[in-house]
């Protein structure tokens, strides 16, 4: 994006509209960086999120919304199990529960772009010693929401599965919701982006990624936007991240015919 803004300076180019890069912290974990631009009365016509793509036009993506299960127990001696309730065993029941019930429903979901929503268990922790029935057990769920879902709609299945199994599981209120994002293929930033794509790398492809990012924050502000971005998702978080030079120097010129031909919304 900064060699974008290069190329429009070396060019003597006057975009049609204003242009502004921002560059914000914190979207791994709390996107307080975004938030904090948009509470901030930060408005724009449209936004170009740089997540790797490998330079498609994404219109559309999940959605994550993370919270702990807790199940409860009664202590007791190893040597007598009987005399306690192990909450382990009940978590037990619940993840296949999730294995059994709730992801195959989820496979019957479908979005045109971004396929089914998913979930994964990531985290477990329960009991203290060895020789002690635990009374407690923890599970961390990552949820993967398709446009329109909501976290009330999401409690709402793990209730459910709590009464088919005859168990009781605690549901925490999420530490992260992020709904998902879906952009109108008739927006104006997505034609423009379209039409830059087409004229630097000769096509352009529209497409939806698994992945949450910044983009979804603008979404919620009513500002259109989309991802689009040199490198793979697939080299994120990996030993060895990169992204190919050449990629980087197209992905700079299809900004900067972006920012050069964008106006605002207006007749491109």
């Known amino acids: 994006m900064l060699l974008a803004l290069k190329l429009l300076v070396e060019q003597s180019i006057t975009p049609p509209t204003d242009v502004y890069l921002a560059a914000v912290v914190d979207e791994e974990y709390k996107h307080r960086g975004v938030t904090h ?30 919270w702990k299960i ?25 993840i296949q529960g999730v294995k059994q019930k709730i992801i195959p429903k989820y496979k019957e979901q ?8 998913t979930v994964n268990i990531g985290c477990i922790s329960g009991g203290t010693v060895v020789n ?38 605690e549901i925490h209120e999420p530490y992260l919701i992020d709904e998902a994002m879906e952009t109108a293929p ?12 087409r004229k630097v790398l000769g096509s352009s492809r529209v497409q939806g990624v698994s992945f949450g990012c910044d983009a ?3 979404h919620r502000a009513g500002i259109p936007g989309i991802i689009l971005g040199p490198g793979s998702i697939l080299q994120a978080h990996s030993i060895e991240e990169y992204v190919e030079l050449e990629e980087v120097a197209r992905a700079a010129e299809v900004y900067a015919r972006l920012c050069a031909t964008f106006n605002g919304g207006s007749e491109n």
């Open 37 to 66: 631009l948009l509470e901030s009365g930060f408005r724009v016509a449209g936004v170009v999120v740089g997540e790797p793509t490998n330079l498609a036009v994404v219109t559309a993506c999940k959605g994550v919304v993370r």
């Open 216 to 218: 979804t924050k603008f």
């Open 132 to 169: 002690t029935i635990p009374d407690a057990c923890t599970i961390e769920l990552d949820r993967r929401m398709l446009p329109g879902e909501t976290w009330e709609v999401i409690r709402g299945e793990f209730e459910a599965l709590f009464r088919d199994l005859g168990v009781a599981g």
């Open 186 to 197: 008739g927006e104006p930033i997505v034609l423009a982006a379209q039409a830059a794509c």
């Open 110 to 117: 479908s979005h045109h772009l971004l396929g089914s929503p």
């Open 70 to 94: 807790q199940t409860h127990g009664r202590a007791g001696h190893s040597s007598r199990p009987e005399e306690g309730h192990n909450a382990i065993y009940d978590m037990a029941a619940i």
